[in-house]
C-alpha cells in the first residue's frame, strides 16, 4: 500500500449532473502552463486537505488521465489509502475556471477550454464515470502477466510422463544434471 493510483478526473463528451460537457483539448493550454505539479490533489475540494500530489495529468481519447501518489506521512491520505484498496473510494471530480464555453441544445454546456486549479478525490462524483481505477498495489502484477509466467513455467517443466533422474537406470542426482537452456518467446 503505497498510495499510487491511476484514473479519469472527466471524460470527454459525457455530460455531467450539471450538465457540463467537456470537449477534448479542453484542458490543454492549462496543463502547458501548470503542469501536474502546479494542480493540487484535495480531499472533497476542499483547500484544507490537500492529500498527495499528481505525478501525471494527460489527455487522452478518453479524457483526463491522472496517475496519482496519496502522501502517506498525512493521516487523511492514509485513510483514504485505505479506503481505496478496500473498494469503498473511487470519486474524482475536477475544481476549475471557465475559460471558454458554449451553450448546446437540450440546455447543456460544452467547456471548451478550462484552467484546472485542482482535482479531488470524492465520494460522489459529479461525473459518473470520473473515477479511480484499483489502485497499484506493491508486489501486484497484472493478471496478463501472471498468466504469461505460468504458462512459461509449464512450458519449461518437464514432462509429467517423463522419469525423474531417481527412477532411471543408471541416473546421476539431480544436482550435477546439465541445466536446462530457458526460452523466451
Not at 18 to 28: H, L, M, N, S, T
Not at 118 to 140: D, H, K, M, W, Y
Not at 157 to 183: N, Q, Y
Request: hydrophobic letters at 45%; glycine letters at 10%.
Amino acid at each position: 500500500m503505497d498510495g499510487l493510483f491511476t484514473g479519469y478526473a472527466s471524460l470527454f463528451g459525457v455530460p455531467d449532473l450539471g450538465r457540463d460537457v467537456v470537449a477534448p483539448g479542453a484542458f490543454a493550454a492549462s496543463l502547458a502552463a501548470r503542469g501536474a505539479e502546479g494542480v493540487r490533489m484535495l480531499w472533497q475540494h476542499d483547500p484544507a486537505e490537500p492529500v498527495g500530489r499528481w505525478l501525471s495529468l494527460r489527455e487522452d481519447a478518453r479524457g483526463l488521465r491522472v496517475e496519482g501518489r496519496l502522501n502517506r506521512a498525512v493521516q487523511r491520505a492514509r485513510e483514504l489509502d485505505a479506503l481505496l484498496n478496500e473498494g469503498a473510494l473511487d470519486g474524482l471530480s475536477i475544481g476549475f475556471r471557465t475559460i471558454r464555453a458554449r451553450p448546446e441544445r437540450g440546455g447543456t454546456r460544452r467547456l471548451e477550454a478550462v484552467d484546472l486549479w485542482e482535482i479531488s478525490l470524492v465520494t460522489f462524483p459529479l461525473q459518473a464515470g470520473a473515477r479511480i481505477a484499483a489502485p497499484a498495489r506493491a508486489g501486484t502484477a497484472p493478471a496478463a502477466l501472471v498468466r504469461d509466467l505460468h504458462a512459461l513455467a509449464r512450458r519449461m517443466a518437464p514432462s509429467r510422463r517423463a522419469a525423474t533422474p531417481s527412477t532411471r537406470p543408471g541416473s546421476r542426482p539431480a544436482a550435477i544434471l546439465p541445466a536446462r537452456s530457458a526460452r523466451f518467446a
